[in-house]
């Protein structure tokens, strides 16, 4: 009877390494190079859940809707050129990060990067295995929660990246 228990053990042992191993396979760390970045609404709700421990109410979400949307009719009224621009409907109505913003629309989006660098090699580090492509684009990076890395030259983006180690 022992040696039938064992040989179960071991099975169970294996399996369960299995699933473990298949859940790292099915949920990777995230590790993406993209155009468009996070939105206003996406960081603004996550502070909020982080500060306040709870998901912002309705009446805090419409007082940061109008506040971002006052903010951003300022941003235009005051830099026509950004009015006119390409991606002024993403700016302006997605309220998203996109390559070919100026650093004040981010500023507006997104509020005060956790850190910023104009360091090379901290930038390799954030931009992980996209540094050959970023590397002579970007001289400076800003650097947000849920790993987004927003890459200037300048004073426009010009790069995004995000990696979020899934744990």
Request: net charge neutral; charged share 25%.
């Amino acid at each position: 009877m022992l040696a039938r228990v064992r040989p179960l053990r071991g099975a169970g042992l294996v399996a369960v390494l299995l699933v473990l191993a298949s859940c790292r396979t099915i949920y990777p760390d995230l590790d993406q190079r993209v155009t468009q970045g996070p939105t206003a609404a996406e960081l603004w709700t996550l502070r909020m859940m982080e500060q306040a421990r709870r998901e912002p109410s309705f009446e805090e979400k419409r007082a940061f809707e109008s506040e971002i949307d006052d903010r951003i009719g300022r941003y235009l009224r005051e830099n026509p050129d950004a009015a006119n621009a390409l991606n002024v409907s993403t700016f302006r109505f997605l309220k998203q990060v996109t390559v070919g913003m100026e650093k004040g629309q981010v500023e507006i989006l997104l509020g005060a990067p956790t850190t910023t660098t104009r360091d090379a090699a901290q930038m390799q580090s954030l931009s992980r295995h996209y540094w050959p492509e970023i590397r002579g684009k970007a001289d400076e990076a800003w650097s947000y929660p849920l790993g987004w890395v927003i890459y200037f030259s300048d004073s426009k983006v010009v790069d995004i990246t995000q990696y979020f180690p899934r744990t």
